[in-house]
């Protein structure tokens, strides 16, 4: 652009303090919102080392955008890539409306810069159109049945910079038509700084500081403080982080695709949970009183959740679905809101019997009687945690007999706990903190009267609740789950290979919580091929039982347990396995149901490793 008329530098000031000011003005009570909610209680940003990694991988990098939508993920990632590239050069070219420069386009720098840019806008450009396609013509359901309009508009506002800048870099034209480019530019450039608070694309500015101000934790609870917090209830119990991830989402919709709930009719999408806060936030405020649950979050969604955590994985801009969810559920069950015939009866059951079943103790100890399983008295090496289902359930406890048989084969001694409680692990998803200390500091009392080297259990659930959850009240456990123990110690038991084929369930709480795919895979390979499901690994399908779920009676829609029984079944191997006595359960009836006559057998890999052992006689 040749040397502007000063009146023109004059409109380009005028025009971008109109813009400036547009985007600052909508932006300044979206922060205020956010700096005005509660601090987040025992947030701390160590180890600054991780955040940075994070920071790199997940937002210059953009590792998962592209991993779980490798197309349109790299479309995505190009576009983002390109904002960077063009940083300078929309400096650059605002500059040249006041008839200065900040790079000199035939300096050694400057054609470098301006010559990478070319690439990233090309790029840019082609990914755009990709996107636009894609969300109009396309239309996957994930992304929503309305049409945005607004997302169109912005996407031709990118495609014009992208294209204006390709003219210019090109051409070098200095006439009319090269002056009518620039302008078109920049027109481009200063309407659509305004647009980003006031629509989705606010995640270009907030979803880096949502990324870098993780929890550090895959769906991490934060702790309650004091004796008035109950959890999510009015907007004054939103925290700063629930508040800025609110305003972070992109709506993609990836949650959406991979929730359960929502695949299966409920009335829960884990977006729309985010995008109600947003709403609420918008509406009312972080320091109002009025209750989260209602006009904008449906309280039946928030209990519909089965804690799988895929929501939480799947997103690319740092939400963290769960804490969110699950303090709506505190805030309503803690406040006493929340009223549900199964739910009542649950914690009944977990503050007089100390288990979800409703059992009394007796059972469980006729149970090690039979069975001659010892009692831990601190010579053992471990520690064996049976759980609810271990101890109660007839199928955990095939499970516990399994691997005990596999503990007396190697020589490895062992003991159980007399007297043990439920981990609380269903009070704590379901939103009961008075039950779950209850139960977590029960537990804890007994565990530390007898000081276990090493403990072991065959359900995941416990794993969690008692290695993460319950490090708020002072335990410090490494419990191991049977899966990795049986992958370690398996060279050790007699080989037995067959021709047989088991199709993998990964269990949610052993997957994407414990981040263990590869070791059930071990086991079952020393006995037979391991088929895999379409969903497997980090994108298993849940069970249907985590988050309480198990115990709350029938669902609305289809049932999870058989959306996933079916694919399951599908892969057409003779046996299921399993690596959670939950997952054993809810697909016990469900294998039945959707293959009848001729469903395949169900095992824990611990029953799988087990038939290689010789029989006892």
């Given at each position: ?14 025009a971008?303090?109109l813009?400036a000011?547009?985007?600052f003005?909508r932006?300044q ?6 700096l005005?909610?509660?601090?987040d209680p025992?947030f ?5 080392g ?5 920071f ?6 953009q590792?998962?955008v592209i991993?779980?939508?490798?197309l ?7 576009v ?8 300078l050069?929309?400096v ?11 790079l ?5 720098f400057?054609?470098i ?9 090309v790029?840019c ?26 997302s169109g ?11 204006t800048?390709l003219y210019?870099y090109?051409?070098h034209?200095?006439g009319a ?5 620039w302008?078109?530019?920049t027109?481009?450039?200063?309407i ?5 608070p006031?629509?989705k ?9 949502t990324v ?10 934060p702790?309650?403080?004091?004796d ?8 004054k ?27 299966t009719?409920k009335e829960?999408?884990p977006?729309?949970i ?12 972080s320091?109002?009183e009025q209750p989260l649950l209602?006009?904008?979050i ?9 804690t ?16 969110i969810?699950?303090?709506?559920r ?5 406040t ?8 009542g009866?649950?914690f009944n059951?977990?503050?007089r019997?100390?288990?979800?079943l409703?059992?009394s ?11 001659e ?8 090496e471990?520690?064996l945690?049976?759980?609810c ?18 503990l007396?084969y190697l020589?490895?001694t062992?003991g159980?706990?007399?007297?043990e409680r ?9 939103g ?9 500091e029960?537990?804890?009392n ?10 072991l259990?065959?359900c995941?659930?416990c794993v ?6 319950w ?5 410090d456990?490494a ?14 038991l ?10 993998y369930?990964d269990p949610?709480y ?8 590869d070791?059930p895979r ?6 037979a091929t391991?088929?895999e499901?379409?969903?497997n ?7 249907g039982?985590?988050g ?5 009676g ?10 996933r029984?079916?694919e399951?079944?599908a ?7 399993v690596a ?9 009836d469900?294998?039945?149901t ?7 057998k169900l095992?824990?890999?611990?029953q799988?490793?087990?038939?290689r052992?010789?029989?006892v006689?």
């Amino acid at each position: 652009m040749s040397q502007p008329p000063f009146f023109e530098s004059v409109l380009v000031l005028l025009a971008l303090a109109l813009s400036a000011g547009g985007f600052f003005w909508r932006l300044q009570p979206i922060l205020r919102t956010i700096l005005r909610a509660k601090p987040d209680p025992g947030f701390t940003l160590a180890p600054l080392g991780r955040r940075v990694w994070d920071f790199f991988w997940e937002v210059m990098c953009q590792a998962l955008v592209i991993k779980e939508r490798p197309l349109p993920g790299l479309a995505h990632a190009f576009v983002f890539w390109a904002f960077c590239a063009f940083a300078l050069v929309t400096v650059d070219h605002l500059l040249r409306g006041f008839s200065l420069h900040l790079l000199d386009p035939d300096g050694f720098f400057g054609r470098i810069y301006f010559g990478l840019a070319m690439l990233f806008a090309v790029a840019c450009a082609v990914s755009i159109a990709g996107l636009f396609v894609r969300r109009f013509l396309v239309r996957p359901k994930w992304l929503g049945e309305k049409v945005s309009v607004e997302s169109g508009f912005i996407a031709g506002l990118i495609f014009s910079l992208m294209v204006t800048y390709l003219y210019e870099y090109f051409t070098h034209d200095s006439g009319a038509i090269g002056h009518a480019n620039w302008w078109l530019h920049t027109a481009s450039l200063l309407i659509f700084m305004p647009l980003i608070p006031h629509t989705k694309h606010l995640h270009l500015v907030l979803s880096p500081a949502t990324v870098f101000l993780s929890r550090g934790e895959f769906s991490k609870i934060p702790p309650l403080v004091g004796d008035e917090d109950f959890g999510l209830d009015t907007g004054k119990d939103v925290t700063q982080l629930a508040a800025l991830q609110a305003y972070s989402c992109v709506e993609c919709g990836r949650c959406t695709e991979f929730c359960p709930a929502t695949n299966t009719g409920k009335e829960l999408n884990p977006k729309e949970i985010i995008l109600g806060l947003r709403s609420y936030l918008n509406e009312f405020g972080s320091q109002s009183e009025q209750p989260l649950l209602g006009k904008y979050i449906s309280q039946e969604a928030a209990f519909q959740c089965t804690t799988c955590g895929c929501c939480e994985y799947q997103c690319p801009v740092g939400i963290e679905h769960l804490p969110i969810i699950i303090g709506l559920r505190r805030g309503a069950t803690n406040t006493g809101k929340w009223e549900d015939q199964y739910g009542g009866k649950l914690f009944n059951n977990l503050e007089r019997y100390g288990n979800p079943l409703g059992l009394s103790q007796n059972e469980r100890d006729k149970f090690l009687q039979k069975n001659e399983i010892p009692v831990y008295d601190g010579s053992q090496e471990y520690l064996l945690w049976l759980g609810c289902m271990g101890s109660y359930d007839s199928q955990g406890r095939e499970v516990v007999l399994s691997l005990v048989r596999i503990l007396r084969y190697l020589n490895i001694t062992y003991g159980v706990l007399k007297k043990e409680r439920c981990t609380g692990d269903s009070a704590r998803r379901l939103g009961n903190d008075l039950a779950f200390q209850q139960l977590a500091e029960y537990n804890l009392n007994n565990i530390k009267a007898v000081s276990p080297k090493k403990m072991l259990s065959i359900c995941p659930h416990c794993v969690r609740t008692m290695n993460t959850d319950w490090r708020e009240f002072g335990a410090d456990l490494a419990v191991e789950h049977h899966s990795t123990f049986l992958a370690r110690v398996g060279s050790q038991l007699p080989s037995a290979p067959t021709e047989e084929k088991v199709v993998y369930h990964d269990p949610c709480y052993l997957g994407r919580y414990l981040n263990t795919y590869d070791e059930p895979r071990a086991v079952i390979a020393q006995s037979a091929t391991v088929v895999e499901a379409p969903k497997n690994r980090e994108r298993s399908f849940c069970c249907g039982a985590g988050g309480g779920l198990a115990f709350l009676g029938e669902e609305h829609g289809t049932r999870v347990n058989e959306t996933r029984a079916k694919e399951l079944v599908a892969t057409g191997a003779s046996t299921v396995g399993v690596a959670c006595p939950f997952c054993n359960t809810m697909f016990k009836d469900a294998i039945k149901t959707v293959s009848p006559g001729q469903e395949p057998k169900l095992l824990d890999i611990a029953q799988i490793a087990a038939a290689r052992l010789p029989v006892v006689q």
